[in-house]
């Protein structure tokens, strides 16, 4: 069974401090790991005797073990499903905005200015568009990328985007966020869906319905596909994982979520 070290040590004169140690489990979808990681160092930072070990591994897996009770926090890029195991809080840490993209040497000129519509895009992921050329680009056939299930972020596209419809069987499908960027910024002929906290030079995220993929975007409601991050515990949060999320949720944790991602309260 997972325990949990929680000392509150008061100290002499007017103020009293909390200071914590022992070590905090957590299950990371890929979207938010590099976030929980982010925010694990500056908590560790203020509290040297606190270790806390971020595994990545998808939403499902992060929602099965906190459910198991393997880890304390499970980290999670899709909402509670009804179908998920009784007794779970979801605590709101941030909020993600997911993209469309494509390689930097993309077929169809200007695509990160024009963008596509969301007719295109979901007529490209399920195999009805399988050429640059019937989007305004060259002649060159289109190669989709996308997730294995299970995943939070596929989960979230196929019902905003795709309305359920399956990703065409010829898409190429990667076990991580990471795995499915690096694969498209390596053919230029190459598209998938992201979060917006991977997109850098290397890749270009797609206007979509006229509207670009961008936090300021997001925060004035323009751009719809957003989605929230979540810290999932079981039961109510105790102990070292409610001091960690309570961390998350402040001024000092929204500032690095802030960084990349939509703020707790948009």
């Known amino acids: ?27 990371d979808s890929t979207t938010v790991q590099p976030l929980a990681e982010d925010l694990a160092a500056a908590f560790t930072k203020k509290n040297p005797n606190v270790k806390i070990n971020v595994a990545g591994g998808g939403s499902g897996v992060s929602i099965k073990d906190v459910a198991a009770g393997k880890v304390h ?32 040497k993309c077929p169809t000129k200007d695509v990160d200015k024009k963008g596509l519509s969301k007719q295109q895009v979901k007529d490209i992921f399920t195999g009805k568009i399988i050429n640059w050329k ?65 997109l850098d030079k290397k890749v270009v995220g797609v206007p ?13 409601g323009k751009y719809h596909l957003v989605r929230p991050l979540i810290m999932v515990t079981k039961g109510k949060p105790a102990g070292l994982a409610a001091a960690f999320i309570k961390f998350a949720q402040s001024a000092e944790g929204q500032k690095i979520v802030a960084k990349k991602w939509l703020k707790a309260k948009k």
């Open 1 to 27: 069974m997972l325990s949990l070290v929680f000392a509150l040590v008061a100290l002499s004169g007017p103020a009293l401090a909390a200071k914590l140690s022992g070590e905090l489990l957590t299950s």
């Open 73 to 104: 926090i499970g980290n999670s890029s899709r909402k509670l499903k009804p179908s998920d195991p009784a007794g779970l809080v979801a605590n709101v840490i941030g909020y993600d905005a997911v993209a469309v993209f494509v390689n930097s």
């Open 134 to 198: 019937d989007v305004g680009g060259k002649n060159a056939p289109i190669m989709v990328h996308s997730r294995t299930a299970p995943s939070g972020i596929l989960d979230f596209f196929s019902e905003e985007v795709l309305d359920k419809e399956a990703v065409v069987d010829t898409a190429k499908k990667h076990e991580s966020t990471g795995l499915q960027k690096q694969a498209v910024t390596q053919n230029p002929n190459a598209i998938g869906f992201i979060s917006l906290g991977y």
């Open 208 to 220: 979509l319905n006229g509207v670009a993929p961008s936090i300021k975007n997001a925060i004035a």
